[in-house]
């Protein structure tokens, strides 16, 4: 179990303010009070929030356990200039000053809750229409949710008709984009963990069947950021148009797949697609779908298209079958499409240990 956060202040007022504080990001707090803290608290805490009350009243350096990282130094009075000079002399790791700086020490609060390497986060995009990006972003999905990897997906397109319908999970209880519109700043990653809606092992976000709900940038930030906060496997289904909330989506992925058929048209419609999201996505691959007839081939498109070949996204018979049946896309794990799922996702865990 992880040591809680220490709240060193004889500031009764303050103590129980940022007592709340940790409580609402779902972090334990401890709040001492007394003259000094145990020395084994003050060193292994995980953050200390040190009252500017009790660093005015700070003894020599001998009397001090001693200095140490993960101080933040809490004041609330806006005209006393001394507090940064006492923070420096501490070593503090930031000085803040309530209520202003509250966003700030709450973020950081959030990742003494949330602790942990961020998920792999791998948004799929279609180099146009009907090309197969729910699709494999669906297999990925249960792919990885197969395997005991804690994955989310997360349905990007409004348009798109609801990730949850192909996945079978359209009655599963949670919440959908609409509800998560409003959200802003740091959403504690447990609670949106617990709330999202499962299907396959899969934790899923995806629209209902209302009315389309702009998406603001700021709500995909926030989701995202908890999301992938949890660790594991984050999976996004990307539209090929670039709103406000898919411009954070792309800036954030770890991998891109743009899927694409090996087709002139097709071509054509992905380069509009590279030239707008591109430059955004630090790390954008080509998934080629083999033609319906002779086309172009895997190595083509992606030297056509300037991008790196992630591989060559196979047929899968039956799939259309299997989904009125509730199975979706890469449940059949002996299948080509999860074989190729798995390959992939390989893949792309080693080059994130690498670059790492």
Do not use: K, N
Request: net charge negative; glycine share 12%.
């Amino acid at each position: 179990m992880a040591e809680s956060i220490l709240i060193f202040t004889g500031d009764e007022e303050l103590s129980d303010h940022l007592a709340r504080l940790c409580a609402a990001v779902g972090a334990e707090a401890e709040v001492v009070r007394g003259t000094m803290p145990p020395r084994d608290r003050w060193q292994h805490a995980p953050l200390v929030l040190l009252g500017d009350d009790r660093a005015l009243a700070r003894p020599e350096p001998e009397g001090w356990p001693g200095g140490r990282p993960g101080v933040v130094l809490v004041g609330r009075d806006l005209d006393d200039h001394t507090v940064w000079e006492r923070g420096l002399t501490l070593g503090a790791e930031q000085v803040v000053h309530l209520p202003g700086d509250e966003p700030w020490l709450t973020d950081r609060l959030a990742e003494v809750a949330d602790p942990g390497r961020p998920a792999l986060t791998v948004g799929v995009l279609g180099g146009r229409g009907g090309a197969g990006a729910s699709t494999l972003a669906c297999a990925l999905a249960v792919t990885a949710a197969r395997q005991g990897t804690r994955t989310t997906l997360l349905d990007c397109d409004p348009l798109g008709g609801g990730l949850d319908v192909l996945l079978g999970g359209e009655g599963a209880p949670g919440p959908r984009w609409p509800a998560l519109v409003s959200a802003s700043g740091r959403l504690p990653g447990r609670a949106l963990d617990e709330s999202l809606p499962r299907a396959h092992g899969v934790r899923l976000l995806s629209w209902d069947r209302a009315d389309v709900t702009p998406l603001p940038g700021e709500a995909m930030r926030s989701v995202l950021a908890a999301a992938r906060r949890g660790g594991g496997l984050v999976v996004l289904d990307l539209p090929r148009t670039t709103d406000d909330a898919a411009h954070v989506a792309l800036t954030h992925l770890d991998l891109g797949l743009l899927v694409v058929p090996g087709e002139l048209r097709a071509l054509l419609a992905a380069r509009r697609v590279v030239a707008t999201a591109g430059a955004r996505v630090r790390d954008l691959r080509v998934v080629a779908r083999p033609p319906v007839s002779r086309g172009l081939t895997a190595d083509e498109l992606g030297e056509l298209l300037g991008l790196p070949l992630a591989g060559e996204l196979p047929d899968e018979p039956g799939l259309t079958a299997a989904a009125d049946r509730g199975e979706p896309p890469g449940s059949y794990p002996r299948g080509v499409l999860a074989r190729f799922c798995e390959e992939l996702l390989s893949r792309a865990a080693i080059d994130a240990e690498v670059a790492a």
